[in-house]
């Protein structure tokens, strides 16, 4: 079968950083996306890896290894707006999205 | 952002009763999905579209069916509802299959008591 693991939840501190990883198990691999989805409403585009290595975005970057089944994100200076669930995706071998349950970020004061 | 809505935003309905959501979007993308949202699962497709009568089915289509007669309208219908189809229904759209991102809609939360 075909499977996203993610952290259910997560607690951080404002200005400081974190990862969050994913780990996946597909039928084929056509690239590994990473959503932000604040509550109540839709989830929003934040990267996308196909090749190994990190892609920097901003405060944000995922990185990918393809022959572990791994990526992370990582969100750096947190601000408290980035309170939000974090929904990992893969495309398999028929284009299709697989999600991940989704990590729910907590930032503290 | 992309120009896609849905209705209705909320709807409660009666087990039993068929049920209609609509999505529409403005921006000429080739595919359409729906996906449902669910406390402890990801987002998980029911059923998209490749162009105008031109759909298929996702991992979670049953009891589910979908229409799609223009470019920018893609229908889902739950024939007759059930408890479990509760749920928080999101459409999305891309421009092709491999595109980067997909736009998602504000979602149409659906109660069935």
């Known amino acids: 079968g075909q499977n996203i693991d993610q952290p259910t939840e997560m607690t951080a501190t404002e200005g400081a950083i974190v990862q969050i990883n994913c780990t996946y198990q597909?039928?084929?691999?056509?690239?590994l996306f990473w959503y932000q989805q604040h509550a109540g409403e839709a989830p929003t585009f934040l990267s996308y890896?196909?090749l190994d290595g990190l892609e920097e975005k901003g405060r944000f970057s995922s990185f990918l290894s393809r022959s572990k089944g791994y990526s992370y994100l990582l969100l750096k200076e947190l601000q408290m707006k980035d309170s939000a669930s974090y929904l990992c995706?893969?495309?398999?071998?028929?284009?299709?999205?697989?999600w991940g349950a989704g990590t729910k970020l907590i930032i503290k004061p | 952002d992309a120009g896609i809505t849905q209705s209705p935003r909320h709807k409660v309905t009666e087990t039993g009763t068929p049920v209609t959501l609509r999505c529409h979007q403005t921006?000429?993308?080739?595919?359409m999905y729906w996906y449902r949202q669910d406390p402890g699962h990801g987002l998980r497709l029911i059923h998209y579209?490749?162009?105008?009568?031109?759909?298929d089915k996702g991992e979670v289509s049953d009891g589910y069916s979908v229409s799609r007669s223009k470019t920018e309208d893609f229908l889902l219908t739950l024939e007759s509802a059930t408890s479990s189809q509760t749920s928080v229904y999101f459409c999305?759209?891309?421009?092709?299959?491999?595109?980067?991102?997909?736009?998602f809609g504000p979602g149409t939360r659906l109660t069935v008591t």
């Open positions: 999305a759209i891309s421009q092709d299959r491999s595109s980067y991102e997909q736009y």
């Open positions: 921006e000429n993308h080739r595919y």
């Open positions: 579209s490749y162009g105008v009568k031109d759909t």
């Open positions: 597909t039928s084929g691999f056509n690239g």
């Open positions: 890896n196909v």
């Open positions: 995706a893969v495309r398999d071998s028929n284009y299709q999205l697989i």
